[in-house]
């Protein structure tokens, strides 16, 4: 069978957490900060390490299988690959800011001024959209500083904390796009068995984050009460406990529900609540 080839990120944002994602499907692989192209050794596939600009069009023309890589990479470059699965980190958003004491407040104070940026595409389809004339000035990094230099009027740019405006004395004021790390494939490839295997391994562990396993002990008068508030997977396991009329229940918890249903499990009679985590989930 064909080995496959998923392109991540070499350096930068999402390098780190990629690695970790395909280490957590039981993925073999070493010395991939030395090296542009890593072996897996447990798994027919090979992880190249590029340019994240570079991804989409790898996957696109069939260099790679498949690439990890930003909602907004793959918006500015333009290519036609398939969204195969969100992946929940690398999330951002993608603002318009300007100086905090410039006149500029709303969409329309665009028309006629100069905007900086590393990505033009997004940023002129939205100006198109919005019917907004504006100039685009195309800068490569340290976008920040370019009204400080008189450059620009305003920039757009990716927004994580909001640290790095704040501290460039820029303030955000329009949100033109989210974005997170998605697994892309080629179109068409969709079916390949391989492809499918991974996807099916990055989904249990994305699950397993996204859920706690929780097993608490309760009076059997109580359970009734409990299980009302633990759907788990399919459902809570109970088991009888050596002493009469109590009894243990297994069950999973969503990490957003999690504070809320300990509190009404607390409520409800549980006791000897114990938390852990989980490392895969394979429905």
Not at 126 to 143: E, M, P, Q, W, Y
Request: one cysteine or more.
């Amino acid at each position: 069978m064909k080995t496959l080839k998923i392109a991540i990120q070499k350096s930068g944002r999402l390098n780190e957490k990629s690695v970790e994602l395909l280490k957590n499907c039981g993925l073999s692989f070493e010395n991939y900060k030395s090296s542009l192209i890593s072996n897996v050794s447990n798994f027919p596939l090979e992880i190249l390490f590029l340019r994240d600009d570079d991804i989409p069009e790898y996957v696109q023309d069939g260099i790679a299988d498949l690439g990890i890589v930003g909602e907004n990479v793959i918006s500015e470059t333009g290519v036609d690959v398939s969204f195969l699965q969100m992946l929940g980190f690398g999330k951002c958003t993608l603002k318009l800011a300007v100086q905090n004491n410039s006149s500029i407040e709303s969409i329309a104070d665009l028309n006629g001024k100069a905007i900086a940026t590393s990505y033009p595409v997004i940023l002129k389809n939205f100006l198109d959209k919005n019917k907004i004339s504006a100039d685009i000035r195309t800068i490569s990094g340290s976008v920040e500083i370019a009204p400080g230099l008189g450059l620009s009027d305003a920039i757009f740019d990716i927004v994580s904390t909001g640290g790095t405006l704040k501290s460039n004395g820029l303030k955000p004021f329009a949100e033109v796009m989210k974005s997170e790390a998605v697994l892309i494939g080629r179109k068409g490839d969709e079916n390949n068995p391989l492809i499918i295997e991974l996807i099916q391994r990055i989904q249990s562990v994305l699950r397993a984050k996204e859920t706690k396993y929780v097993v608490l002990n309760a009076e059997t008068k109580n359970l009734d009460l409990i299980l009302e508030l633990l759907p788990g997977v399919k459902s809570p396991t109970v088991v009888p406990l050596a002493e009469s009329g109590w009894v243990a229940v297994h069950t999973v918890i969503p990490e957003r529900d999690f504070w809320e249903k300990i509190s009404l499990l607390k409520n409800a009679g549980a006791q000897g609540i114990v938390v852990m985590p989980i490392e895969k989930i394979i429905l």
